[in-house]
């Protein structure tokens, strides 16, 4: 299958269809990808921050990202379900959109290392993180996933 | 009297007007607003899971919420000074959806809300921060806190499809 096709897969789905010919379906998924948006930047923002050296230095790197963990992953579930419903009403949309690619290359890399390095920097004892690659980390981490969030909100404009 | 002349007037400005024209400057207004939103939002989510005690309850609360503080506020401003340039440019269209009356109501709460907390049981961390669980009133003000942002975001949301 092409990428086109692929895209164009999405857009005739029964549920690409279902939402756009709904009034309020869009709008209601899209508060959900905003609502988990808070839920993933929000948690991330603090773990990274304490990479970072600032925010809640008190607690054990470890810590931070155990306990916030679950939050993250309610917020990317809820991202990657509503934004793949979003995707499929207006595939073809996305697929003309300059915008859209940049979103997706961010979220590749944000996934990828969210599921590397930085699940690996997040699980060692905070003695054991070189001072230079947690802040790495936590600045990559930062920068990828704020990407996403501005590449997804040009989507709208370009 | 309506307040509807008021916020043609605001709207109809030279800078509502330049906003709402221009090609990159709404579009920027609004990447601040959903950014801003992120970090204040996102941290006071962190502060009310620790206040209703669903995340970390075996941390002592300040060391939690005190140091997320400056940034959430940092996000807040941002947040607030990008929605009042967005409210600016569609004043009007604003006035007439319901959904950004929700929104501002909720806003409002939110605010009261906050501003309680901080002036009673805020100033006071020191009988409570060391405790595990947090009086009633702290847990309390963290599930009205998280009620009062979901319902800032959805009708904020709304607002904007409602203006289209």
Redesign the interface.
Known sequence: MTLIGLFQWFDNSWVGMTIRSSTYA??LI??FH??G???L???L??ID?RLLG??????PVT??AS??A??TWIGLTTMIVTGTLLFSSEAMKCYQNEAFPWKMIFLFFGLLTYFTIHRWITRQDDSRIGPVWGKLVGFLSLALW?GV??AG??I??V | MTLLPFFEWIQDTAIGTSIRESIFVFPIVETIHVIGLALSVGLILITDLRLTGIVMAGERPVDIIRPLKVLMITGFVLMFSSGALLFWAEAAKCYKSPAFRFKMIFLLLAGLNALYFESTLGRNTAAWSAATVLPSRARLAGWLSLICWIAVISFGRWTAYGLK
């Open positions: 869009f709008a899209e508060c905003l609502l948006m808070v839920c930047l929000g948690s923002v603090a921050l600032f925010g809640m230095t008190r607690v810590k931070v306990a916030l679950p939050v704020f969030a501005l909100r040009a709208a404009f």
